[in-house]
Antibody, heavy 122, light 107 residues
């Protein structure tokens, strides 16, 4: 059974760094074609893709946010960590992590965490 | 970045109706297109990947088609549980951009 769970602070102050952890079970991030993605959704708005890490440690980022984002994995702990620096109130959103496959049909996120709401406010 | 444009932005329909949602990419993305369903307060659910491959467990009334720049998600006979917001996503090139969403409401 595949499960993912996001954890981190519910409230951060402007200019602070956000650190979110995705803890997962039921799959291994050392398996070929396996990835983990991060996606966020501001209240009442659309989904926004943030970052992706491959089983082989290749990493990809949102163009507009790449200077602020870092994604990393700890395969032994079954965790993926996303950090976002210089948080701003516009970064208030629900943050999701998702197991993502890559193969001849592209990338597809088939299991998602429940999401964690992060509010940026002083 | 590739831009994804969905139409319509919202749609009212009745149970039993057939509906079609369109997604257009700003450049060719071959068939690297996913569709998700999202209900309020819930995580997105994968419906279709690779433009036309139905995810395991998704009812056969859902279908996806298209290639290149133009794609559609069709629901053959709307059920009450299908009223939700639908998103397309390209995975041809990072960043894997989502469309702005289509809200499907009960008429």
């Amino acid at each position: 059974q595949v499960t993912l769970r996001e954890s981190g602070p519910a409230l951060v102050k402007p200019t602070q760094t956000l650190t979110l952890t995705c803890s997962f079970s039921g799959f291994s991030l050392s398996t070929t074609e396996m990835c983990v993605s991060w996606v966020r959704q501001p209240p009442g708005k659309a989904l926004e893709w943030l970052a992706l890490i491959h089983w082989d440690d290749d990493k990809y980022y949102s163009t507009s946010l790449k200077t602020r984002l870092t994604i990393s994995k700890d395969t032994s702990k079954n965790q993926v960590v996303l950090t976002m620096t210089n948080m701003d109130p516009v970064d208030t959103a629900t943050y999701y992590c998702a197991r993502t496959h890559v193969n001849s049909r592209g990338y597809y996120a088939d299991y998602w965490g429940q999401g964690t709401l992060v509010t940026v406010s002083s | 970045d590739i831009q994804m444009t969905q139409s319509p932005s919202s749609l009212s329909a009745s149970v039993g109706d057939r509906v079609t949602i369109t997604c257009r990419a700003s450049q060719t993305i071959a068939n690297y297109l996913n569709w998700f369903q999202q209900k309020p307060g819930k995580a997105p659910k994968l419906l279709v990947f690779g433009a036309s491959s139905l995810q395991s467990g998704v009812p056969s009334r859902f279908s996806g088609s298209g290639s290149g720049t133009d794609f559609t998600l069709s629901i053959s006979s709307l059920q009450p549980e299908d009223f939700a917001t639908y998103y397309c996503q390209e995975t041809y090139r990072t960043p894997h951009t989502f469309g702005q969403g289509t809200r499907l409401e009960i008429k």
